[in-house]
Structure formats: structure tokens, C-alpha cells
């Protein structure tokens, strides 16, 4: 299941086609096509929620999830190097700077609604909202990485 899980998200990056846009839109669609994922396979955030719970005890039997995952890797520093290269995208991030920007972004939408909702009185998955926050990760992603990097705090 958890293969099954994983593969469905790869495919969808892939059907991207994030090799043909330009870098920062590839990088908004990559982060948007994440968010919709999350939003409509539920079950793929339990089930990711789950094995954390269990310390990642099945997903360590599936050396084929790591080939998996770093293919994900790969079409992001593919995007990363071609903003880079036409001076668009900063270079003290990595590829799995962003996809950790990202996924923790879209996770927390699906794994926290609830919580949150009580505590904030917002339903994150409120389809009046979605619009709003598939925009948002978007914005997040294209702002980070397109800026300057901040200075160190002691200089």
C-alpha cells in the first residue's frame, strides 16, 4: 500500500512535465499539483501519518520507495539548476529543502484539520478556501526561492 501510496504522487510530478515550464512556474506547479494531491487522496496522508506512528517500520522494508522518492528529488534539482542557471532561483537551498517546504505545507492541511479547526475555528478544507491556500504554497515557494538569502543572524 504504501508503494502504491508514493507512486501515485511521483506519477502526477512526472505528468507534470516540469522539465517544459519555466523554473518558477514549474516550481508553483509542483507545489499547487501537491497540494491538490494531498487534499484528494486522504487516505495517503493517514496512511503516511500511520507508519510515522510506527516509526517508519514497514517503509523500511521498501528500498524501492527511496528510487522512488529520488526521482521526485531529481525533477526538482533539475528545476532548481535551470533557475539558477537564468539567475532566477537562489542557490543556498537544495532540492529537498523545497520538497520539505512543501509536503509539510500540504500535509498539514489534511493531517491537522481537525485540530486546527477546533483551535482556530477554520476548516482548512473548506472548499471555499482552497483556492486560497492552493495559492498560498505557491506563493510561499516562488517568494522563498526566487529572493535573496537572509543574512546570518551574527552578521
Known sequence: ?????YLGIREA??????????????????AELTYDHHLGHSDFIRLVA?????QGRFIARLDSLRELNRDALGILDGVLARGRDEGLVRADVDALDVHLVISSYCFFQV?????????????????????????????????????????????
Open 50 to 54: 500511520i507508519e510515522n506512528i510506527h
Open 13 to 30: 510530478e512526472r505528468n507534470l512535465h516540469p522539465g517544459d515550464l519555466p523554473p518558477l512556474e514549474a516550481l508553483r506547479r509542483l
Open 111 to 155: 493531517a491537522n484539520r481537525h485540530t486546527f479547526g477546533h483551535l482556530f475555528g477554520r476548516d482548512l478544507l473548506d472548499p471555499a478556501l482552497r483556492d486560497h491556500h492552493r495559492a498560498i504554497i505557491g506563493d510561499v515557494v516562488v517568494a522563498w526561492l526566487g529572493s535573496t538569502p537572509a543574512l546570518p543572524a551574527d552578521g
Open 1 to 5: 500500500m504504501l508503494e502504491h501510496a
